[in-house]
């Protein structure tokens, strides 16, 4: 089994199906929670609000100012 993959959204609702293969699931809506991510409780996905990326501000997840 692969790891989850980590992906970076521009929002803070996003829908997740899996993508193809054996991680795929029916669509659902997820809502990034406060401290800029959300992880799909059916794949496994970490969904992170770009934002709260430490790559692009340097800031570690605790610190994002939601
Ligand atoms: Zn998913």
């Known amino acids: 089994m692969q790891p ?4 970076t959204v521009s929002t803070t609702s996003v829908a997740c199906d899996g993508g ?4 795929g699931h ?3 809506y997820l809502t990034l929670a ?3 991510r959300i ?3 059916y794949c496994g996905r970490r969904y ?3 934002a709260a ?3 692009r501000t340097g800031w570690t997840l605790d610190q994002v100012p939601v």
């Open 39 to 41: 992880d799909c409780p």
């Open 48 to 50: 992170v609000w770009q």
């Open 34 to 36: 406060r401290n800029g």
């Open 53 to 55: 990326a430490p790559a």
């Open 20 to 23: 193809e293969g054996p991680l």
């Open 4 to 7: 989850p993959e980590t992906m």
């Open 26 to 28: 029916p669509r659902v």
